[in-house]
C-alpha cells in the first residue's frame, strides 16, 4: 500500500507529544514491551476547557472479538460431525435425531459408520 494511500484507509494522522496517558488494562496489570493492545483512546479535556494539569488521554483495553471457533468443525456429514480440539485432538458428534415407528436401526449404524470412516480417511489422507 503506498503511503499516500495510507492516509486515505486509516484517515487522517496527528502526532501528540508530551501527553499524559492513563492506561486502564484488563488482561494485563502493566503494559508488556513490544505487545499490541487493542482499545479505545479518548483525549479527556477538562472541565475547565483550557488544558492544563488535568489534560490527558486515556486509553482503555477491549476485549477482542473472537474470530476463530473455539472448536473448528473439519467434518459435517448427515449423522455426524467431527471438531478439531486445540489440543489437536478430534471430537465425534452426533447430529440430533429422531427415533420413530420407521426408525431403521442398521441404516443408521451403517450411515454413522460410513461417515466416520469418510471423515478418518479425509483426515488422515489415506
Known amino acids: 500500500?503506498?503511503?499516500?494511500?495510507?492516509?486515505?484507509?486509516?484517515?487522517?494522522?496527528?502526532?501528540?507529544?508530551?501527553?499524559?496517558?492513563k492506561v486502564k488494562m484488563f488482561r494485563d496489570a502493566h503494559l508488556k514491551l513490544g505487545k499490541d493492545y487493542i482499545g479505545v483512546i479518548c483525549h479527556d479535556?477538562?472541565?475547565?476547557?483550557?488544558?492544563?494539569?488535568?489534560?490527558?488521554?486515556?486509553?482503555?483495553?477491549?476485549?477482542?472479538?473472537?474470530?476463530?471457533?473455539?472448536?473448528?468443525?473439519?467434518?459435517?456429514?448427515?449423522?455426524?460431525?467431527?471438531?478439531?480440539?486445540s489440543d489437536g485432538s478430534y471430537h465425534l458428534n452426533f447430529k440430533s435425531f429422531h427415533i420413530n415407528k420407521d426408525f431403521d436401526v442398521a441404516a443408521f449404524a451403517s450411515g454413522v459408520a460410513s461417515e466416520i470412516r469418510k471423515a478418518l480417511k479425509g483426515l488422515i489422507g489415506k
Not at 486509516?10 to 496517558?21: I, K, M, P, R
Not at 472541565?47 to 482503555?60: A, Q, R
Open 1 to 21: 500500500m503506498e503511503a499516500k494511500n495510507k492516509s486515505a484507509f486509516f484517515g487522517t494522522h496527528s502526532t501528540y507529544l508530551a501527553v499524559n496517558l
Open 45 to 85: 479535556v477538562p472541565e475547565d476547557s483550557v488544558g492544563g494539569d488535568d489534560d490527558h488521554f486515556t486509553f482503555t483495553e477491549t476485549y477482542p472479538m473472537n474470530v476463530r471457533k473455539r472448536n473448528p468443525q473439519v467434518f459435517d456429514g448427515e449423522y455426524i460431525t467431527v471438531t478439531r480440539r
